[in-house]
């Protein structure tokens, strides 16, 4: 499975933009970006996912590099709900659905300070 | 829709003893997944099923795990005999096209 390479941690004000990035340099072209959140004693929760193009939804926005090699998730504007560990994933996909399989690693831990 | 449903929520028991746990999916979502976290290792994948079948076990640590799925609207994971290594939070998730939707996890301690 292709990896990807989050920061440890990241720190951001409430009320605030937050740019989470990803590296995934090793992406092949049926690999879908996925990314999902999990709050403190929680399970994971889906945030938001693409292929090639950028994509909104009412929780995120996901940039796409041009040459898929890294793409950000965007909170546009932080709240204190949003503290998190955030997992970057790579989910391998056939005829344009994903396969299902995510494969978790470190992911980053987002700290919301009011 | 009451989402994935897992019980218990949390298990106390001692070292040999046989562990179920249980996971209700969505319904109509026809992929399941096993997953386990701790603190060590983070969030494995153990196994998972699409409509029913196992797909993928190569995450199952070893034969003391088994998992089944008799039907699309319930799963178990065995553990048989339980080692305290085995206390983890133990996640059952649910997929039906892109987004896999989490249960509340059930919490294992194997004394």
């Known amino acids: 499975d292709a990896k990807t390479t989050q920061p440890n941690s990241m720190e951001s004000n409430e009320e605030e933009p937050v740019h989470l990035p990803c590296n995934h340099s090793t992406i092949s072209g049926t690999d879908y970006i996925h990314w999902y959140r999990q709050l403190p004693s929680q399970g994971p929760e889906y945030v938001i996912h693409?292929?090639?193009s950028n994509v909104n939804n009412r929780m995120a926005s996901l940039a796409i590099a041009e040459d898929r090699k890294s793409s950000t998730l965007i909170l546009h504007r932080a709240t204190l709900r949003d503290a998190a560990v955030y997992y970057c994933i790579l989910q391998r996909g056939t005829g344009g659905t994903s396969y299902g399989k995510l494969t978790f690693g470190q992911g980053t831990i987002l700290t919301v300070h009011p | 829709d009451a989402g994935v449903i897992q019980s218990p929520r949390h298990e106390v028991t001692e070292m040999g003893q046989e562990v179920t746990l249980r996971c209700k999916p969505i319904?109509?979502?026809?992929?399941l997944f096993w997953y386990r976290q701790t603190m060590m290792r983070g969030l494995e994948l153990l196994i998972y099923?699409?409509?029913?079948?196992?797909?993928?076990d190569s995450g199952m640590p070893e034969d003391r795990f088994s998992a089944k799925m008799p039907n699309a609207s319930f799963s178990t994971l065995k553990i048989q005999p339980s080692e305290p290594r085995d206390s983890a939070v133990y996640f059952c998730a649910a997929s039906r096209y892109n987004e896999q939707f989490f249960g509340p996890g059930t919490r294992l301690t194997v004394l």
């Open positions: 099923f699409n409509n029913n079948v196992p797909i993928d």
């Open positions: 693409g292929l090639t």
């Open positions: 319904s109509g979502h026809n992929s």
